[in-house]
Every structure is written in C-alpha cells, then in structure tokens.
C-alpha cells in the first residue's frame, strides 16, 4: 500500500533518475553552441508531439541573503511580457497551438516547459528564446505578481501544517546550506522583493550559458540543432558570470528534535530527516547504495522492512514509509515517516520505528527483496518510454542538480551494482542521530 | 490499500471532451459479451487496461457507507491463497501496476502490465478480482488507513469547503454519501458488509474496458474473458433521479487560517445533454484555461486576490454542477465573491465574445490529441468515453462539432448555463465581516 496522505511521496520519490538507462541512450543526443547553450535531443516517436524544456540553472538556493522566494518571483514574472510580446502572451500563443505550457523552481533549478504538436517547434523556440533576454519588468504587474506568490504562499505552505512542519525540520535540519530556506521564500522577506531584485536577478541568470535546452519527443536531432542556432545562436552570455561559492555543511554534532503544534492537526505522525554528510554522499556508489537501502527500508509500503513489521505485524502504525532527496554533487537528505495506529502514542511510534532500524542493521537485507527491488528499477525503464517527457525531465533535472548526461546515464546501472553489503552498510547513517531532526506532528490542545 | 486522492468531486467528465485523434480505435465484444475498446500500439512492450464497473459508493446502502470503497481498497489486500504481503510482492516480481479505485458512480480498475509478463500478471488480477479474501488483517489495516485519512480531510479547508458544498447541493440524496464513508460507519463494517458490497460491485453485467498497447483484438477478448469471466452476470440498481437547489447563499465556516478556501457554484448540465459540449466550451473560456480564463483574468491578473481559481463542470448520471474553487486572504474574501458575481453576470449577460470563441476553438482543436499521449491515457479515455455513451467516432467528429459551434447557440447556452443568482458560496476560513 502506497501513501498518498500528504504530498510526501513528491518528496520521497522525486529522484526521477530512478528511471534512467544504463548508458547514455542511443536516441539522446548533445550540443553545444558557441554561446555556451547546452541542448539535449531524445528522440521518442511515440506521439507527433515534442516536450521543450529550457533550464536555467539558477534555483532557490541562489536566493541573495534576506532575498528569499527571489528566483521563483522571477520564475512567474517570465509570464509578464517581453520587449516583443505583451503580459499574458506567451500562453496565448501556446494555447493558440493547442499547447501546454508550466513552469518550476526548486533549490537547484528553474525549468520552463512547452508541450506541443511537433510542428509547432519553431514557434515555441521563438517565444522562450525571446524571453531569455527580452523581458520587460512593468512595476504594476510587479507589484500585482508578488502578492500572487504571497497567496501561493498561503495556500501551499500556511494553509497545511504538515507543509510548515517540513519547512521547521529543513530549516532544523541545515546549518549552513541555503536547502534551510524555503524555495517560496519566508514572508517576510517576500513581502520586500522590489522591481530591482528581480531585473538584476534575471540579468545574472538568465542568459545561453547559464542554461540547457531539452527537446524531446518526435524530433531528430539536426532539425532541433539547426533550429536552436536560428533563435538561441545570436543571444549572449555576460563575460563575467560567477556563480555563488559551493556552501557546505559543518559536521552536525546534535540530535534535534521539533514539536510542531497546530489546532489544524487531526492526524499526528513522527517525520525524521537525516542529513547525509558529503564524505560519504559524494561518492557514487556509496549513493546508489543509499537509495536501494532506502526503498529496501521504507520505499513501498507493507513489502517494505518498516511497513510490513510496523503495519502488518505489529499493527502499531496506519502508515510508514521512506525516502531520499539529493545527488552526489549537493546535499542528500533520507525521509522516514511513521503514522501510529488509533491509540498509539508518537513516543511509541519513534521506539518502534528506531527498533526496526536497528533490527534492519542487525539482520541484513534480504536477497529476494533487493532482488525483487532491482527488477522493478528494470520495468519502471520500460515504463518510463510510455512519454516522452520523462527522459526530458531526468537529464534536465540531472543538469540543474549538476550531473552530466552521463552520470545521470549511469545512475540506474549504480544501484543495479549494489549488494546485500553495500546496501546494509549505507544504513549505518541512521545510527547517527546527531545528523537528524525528528519532527512530531501534534495536536493543539487548546486551554478551555 | 487506500490511496488518498485529493478531492474527486467530479465524476469523469474532464476526460471525455476530446478532439480528431490519430487513434484508431478497435470496437468489439469478447466471445463473453464483455464490451471493450481497444486502440493497438505495439511500439513499447506494455499493455494498459482500465475498467470500469457501474457500481459505485451511490449504491452504498445506509449506514454501510463507505463499504464499496473499503472493499475495493482490499482487493489488492490478498486472495484465497496470498496473503497481502506475499500479493504485493507477486505484483512487484512482474512489475504490474494494479490500481483500484472508488467514484460516486462506478468502481474502477486499471491495469499496466509488461508484456513479457502478461500472461501471470493477468492471472494475478484475476486471482484479487474473483477470490479476494478479505481476511482480518488487511482488513484492520486498511480500516485503520481509510479513518487516519478521514481525520486528515477533517481539517482540510479544501476538503471541510467541498464537503459542506456538495451536502448543499446534493442533500438526501444517496450521491451525497462519502465515498470513504464516515468515521461511525467505517469503524462498524463487518466482513459481511464487505463481502455484500463486492457482490453488488464486481458483476460484468455492466462493465466497460479501454485497452491500449502491445495486444492484438484476439489476444485482448481471450484475456477479458479470462480474467472476468468468473464474475456473475448481475446489474446494478438504478440510482433516483435527482432535483438540485435553485437559491444562491453564502455559507460560512469558521476554520483557524490565515487564507479562505471558497467553493461556489450551482446546477450545471448532464453529460448527455446536447448543449453539454457548448457548456463545456464556454467553461474552458470562463474557468479552465490556465491563466488566460476569465476568472484567472480578473482574480488573478487584474486584482492578484489569488494563487489559481478555476471552474469546472462536474456531471453524474441524473445531475450536473458547474463548480468553482479559489483561496484567497480572510481580509479579501468579500472582495473574491463581489468579482466572482461580476464574472457569472456578464458572462450570462453578455456571452462571451466572437474572439474568445475563434481563440478556444484553436486550442481544444489543437490540443485535443495531446491527450492521447500513453496508454495509460489512451485506455482511460475510452473507458470513460463508453462510461458517459459517447460513441468511439467521436473522436473522429470531436474537432468538427467544435468548429461548427457558432456564437448565438453558444451564448444562448451561457444564458442558460451561468445564473448568478443561484451561486452558492462556500466559505472555509476567518473572513472579515462584510462591510
């Protein structure tokens, strides 16, 4: 049994490189142009429809201090007009194309993209070329903007207060790596993004070498190479792009632990965070290695090591499950999450869950389950071919977090290598409570 | 197991309303009378089936509510010789994906499956379709996960606002009944109430199934018959007609947050209704298309009062809505509903405009085939075509029937449609009093 309580399992599951190929695909191909744009064509003629995603590699945590929600501010004034077309005419013009269009941002990235009848092409690269550069900040529709992100804010954050309970363990979690800030931003300081924060900001990011094209989908490579060079083959780089230095966390020598109380709690449940420290995380088998462990530990419900002692043998918990986030280049967090059973307290849930970790460690991982485990990375590959959007957004996303293609390739081929060892020894991580913060969902209990 | 889905107001309509795809769709009963659509693609080694039963939480008898959706998440919970951990551990060493899911009106599975597979997934299907067993663990397990989630949706604005709307609209009628049921019924369920509600809900007298994939017409009928040929033969009763309210009023409910989550709307048109797929135009322009709907327009662009506000069409069998939701500020509430009346007025008023028509004509005749874009997609769509009696040329006459609209018929439907005097309002929050 899957969860699908809150939108945990985004975070849990988001690594899409779980779908990857074991080498570098045939039908991918690279370029690069003289202006430093970086282009990615996966062919899949599946469909006559074409994916074309821009990525900026600028995310949340290039946030300038005491400028938070800054890059997805401008992630939504990209929609507001451009020296050659008007607010709102971007997605005019792709509905006019029987398009779609969305646009992301998290900590490490920003990504912009169009779906379309493949014939479309030309047209979708016009626009998005033209707002890499040309983008006009008018101070009403500025002003108007911010306090859409403001009710966004509300809405996503405010409104749930599991949502505010993960921002206090992230902001727990990190002491000194911007992942402790909020994508969206702290209100405060959303509220005080000007006009000249965002034009600067996009005058930094936004420009050919800072950013990488995927196209994907019913399209051949010289085509999409031939077209890039006609609308992106002119723009220009600033000579004097720096980016912000690699921070890094400092060893993390204290258990933490939060008690989040909200009158809006109806459900309590137990959510840890480990911080995996660099050493260790950097190294890519050592990750791989992490990732099997936890879908072995937490990743699929009641076959998982956490879900079939605590939900079907000893039926103390309704729900239980585990994740990871990150790459060997940036920070790796592991996720567990317990929801007792009616009438079982959060102080029980976390003894049972600690006891079944240390169990795992004691008894070993299971060879049917990581084989079983491995066949499913296999068919999810297969799966994964149905659209072709997902080879779009793994090696997009690959490139913000800032993997090549071919590590991104080799990711699946990483944890089809690990072992009943490799994969025991990465959960020794969770024995060092001093890298987590253990976060307690509770009710309000209001003073009559 | 149960899933949590956010909220599943409307029954299948955004599915439906499609354009000349380049699919060719295969129509054909099995040897066994079971009735399916099949469109063929053998380019990736995956066949995706979705079926549906046309018996669903309406049909929950009182006090049992709730059971039809309780039953369908133990399907997946172990048959008569697995038990539920040794299921999910048979569905993960084929890499299926079974899904079984619970609406208002219809019961639905869905199946992705590897061909090289095809032959033991299928069987291990059948196996939870036709011997499920019910036993007492999954069953207190799953009990344990349908309340935990029912408390979730106690203190979600969005679901408290939705909630409360359909109790206005629906009221004594059994379309009203939760589909997960209540905390008092689900806490009582027996496995005989279990038991009774797979026996009204999985009978092949009434199902339909979209097939899309690595599978011939031949090979798909034997499979059908197979795997649902040891079900009974039985229909499911017929639902009473429903009347739905005709005054607008504004309902407030007091909930500790900063933002109000509103609902708002009123009676709406069914599936079947010849106008419906004017209705359904006339919403993408007035609260479906992304930024540039009306709504988005004014709430959005013009007063920033809001993240997203958008509309819908919800349609059953005997009754449709049209549906709206937004959040904004508690300080800005009585300003949303003040814009949201404007909006209904002038549009019921005036109609919308011959540029607005060309502009949506262009992109539902555009992006009508972008749905069409997986199995998975493809096979939904012709389940949930046959679930509403369209027939499968429409997919080829889709984009011509929506060229032929012209602007009088549309804005004599707006007429019809928008009635800014029956609109409800539903509001989940701490708003300021109005001035």
């Not at chain 2, 958008?310 to 509903?337: C, D, H, K, P, W």
Request: one cysteine or more; aromatic letters at 8%.
């Amino acid at each position: 049994m899957t969860l699908r309580i809150f939108t945990l399992i985004g975070i849990l599951f988001c690594s899409t490189s779980y779908v990857g190929a074991l080498e570098v695909p045939e039908n991918l191909s690279q370029f690069e142009l003289d202006n430093g744009l970086k282009i990615i064509v996966i062919e899949n003629h599946r469909a006559p429809i074409v994916n074309h995603t821009l990525w900026y590699d600028v995310g949340a945590s290039d946030d300038p201090p005491g400028k938070s929600g800054l890059t997805h501010f401008v992630e939504h004034l990209m929609f507001e007009g451009t020296k050659n077309t008007e607010a709102g005419e971007f997605d005019n013009r792709i509905k006019l194309m029987g398009g779609f269009n969305t646009a992301f941002t998290n900590q490490e990235g920003s990504g912009y993209t169009v779906e379309v009848s493949t014939e479309y092409l030309e047209q979708v690269m016009e626009l998005e070329a033209d707002r890499m550069v040309n983008l006009t900040f008018k101070p009403e529709l500025v002003l108007r903007e911010r306090d859409v992100i403001l009710e966004e804010r509300k809405q996503r954050v405010d409104s749930s207060p599991s949502s505010l309970l993960r921002e206090q363990l992230s902001a727990t979690l990190f002491q000194n790596h911007p992942y402790g800030i909020p994508t969206i931003g702290w209100e405060h300081e959303m509220r005080s993004l000007t006009l000249e924060d965002a034009k600067s900001f996009y005058k930094k990011y936004y420009h050919p070498k800072n950013a990488t094209l995927v196209v994907s989908g019913d399209v051949y490579p010289d085509q999409v190479l031939e077209l890039a060079k006609k609308y992106y083959g002119h723009l220009e780089s600033p000579d004097d792009f720096e980016r912000r230095p690699k921070l890094l966390e400092p060893p993390h020598m204290a258990e933490r632990r939060v008690l989040f109380r909200d009158p809006r709690v109806s459900a309590e449940y137990v959510f840890r965070k480990y911080y995996v420290p660099t050493e260790i995380a950097s190294d890519e088998e050592n990750l791989a290695a992490i990732a099997v462990m936890v879908e072995v530990l937490g990743g699929s419900g009641i076959t998982s090591v956490l879900g079939e002692k605590l939900t079907v043998e000893e039926k103390i918990a309704t729900y239980t499950g585990a994740g990871f986030i990150g790459d060997v280049t940036r920070p790796v967090v592991i996720n567990i999450y317990v929801v007792p059973a009616q009438g079982v307290s959060l102080e029980e849930a976390e003894a049972k869950m600690d006891e079944v970790i240390a169990g795992f460690l004691e008894e070993g991982v299971d060879k049917d389950h990581l084989d079983r485990i491995k066949k499913q990375i296999k068919y999810s590959r297969i799966y994964a071919q149905d659209d072709a959007k997902n080879a779009a957004m793994e090696y997009g996303y690959g490139f913000v977090n800032g993997l090549t293609v071919e590590q991104t390739a080799a990711w699946t081929g990483q944890m089809l290598n690990t072992d009943e060892k490799s994969v025991l020894e990465a959960a020794e991580i969770l024995l060092s409570k001093n890298n987590s913060v253990t976060g307690w969902l509770l009710k309000e209990v209001t003073e009559q | 197991m149960i899933k949590k889905v956010i909220f599943v107001v409307t029954s299948f309509l955004l599915l439906i309303p499609g354009l000349n795809a380049a699919v060719d769709i295969q129509e054909f009963e099995t040897p066994n009378g079971i009735e399916v659509w099949l469109v063929e693609d053998h380019s990736n080694p995956i066949l995706a089936l979705q079926m549906f039963f046309l018996t669903g939480s309406v049909h929950d008898p009182v006090e049992k509510e709730g059971s039809t959706y309780m039953m369908m998440g133990l399907l997946e919970e172990g048959t008569d010789d697995l038990d539920a951990v040794g299921f999910q551990i048979e569905v993960e060493e084929l890499g299926a994906r079974f899904d079984f899911n619970t609406y208002k009106e219809a019961v639905a599975v869905s199946a992705q499956m590897i061909t090289e597979n095809l032959e033991p997934s299928v069987d291990l299907l059948r196996k939870a379709l036709e011997q499920p067993s019910f036993d007492s663990e999954p069953m207190e397990r799953v009990r344990g996960q349908i309340l935990t989630n029912i408390d979730f949706d106690e203190k979600d604005p969005e679901e408290i606002a939705f909630d409360a709307f359909i109790d206005i609209m629906f009221g004594d009628h059994p379309l009203n009944r939760k589909r997960e049921g209540n905390k008092t019924s689900i806490t009582n369920l027996t496995r005989e109430d279990i038991i009774a509600a797979y026996q009204n809900a999985l009978v092949r007298g009434k199902v339909v199934v979209g097939a899309a994939g690595d599978i011939t017409a031949d090979q798909l009928g034997e499979l059908l018959d197979g795997l649902l040929g040891g079900l009974p033969d039985t229909t499911p009763p017929v639902v009473p007609a429903l009347a739905l309210p005709q005054e607008g009023h504004v309902e407030t409910i007091d909930f500790p947050t900063p933002q109000s989550t509103i609902v708002f709307g009123h009676r709406g048109l069914i599936r079947n209704d010849p106008d419906f797929l004017m209705a359904y135009v006339l919403n993408e322009v007035f609260g479906r298309s992304g930024f540039n709907s009306r709504l988005q327009k004014k709430l959005r662009v013009d007063l920033g009062l809001t993240y997203g506000i958008g509309s819908f069409l919800s349609t059953y069998q005997t009754g449709g809505m049209v549906i709206g939701r937004m959040a904004t500020a508690n300080q800005t509430v009585n300003e949303a509903i003040d814009a949201i009346r404007q909006e209904w007025a002038k549009i019921a008023n005036e109609g919308i405009t011959q540029e607005e028509l060309d502009t949506i004509k262009m992109y539902l005749k555009g992006s009508y085939h972008l749905r069409f874009k997986t199995n998975e997609d493809i096979a939904g769509i012709l389940a949930g075509m046959q679930l509403d009696n369209i027939p499968a040329s429409y997919v080829k006459h889709r984009n011509d029937m929506i060229e032929a609209i012209e602007l009088g018929d549309i804005n004599r439907v707006a007429k019809n449609l928008f009635r800014p005097e029956e609109l409800v309002f539903v509001v989940v929050g701490q708003p300021d009093t109005p001035s």
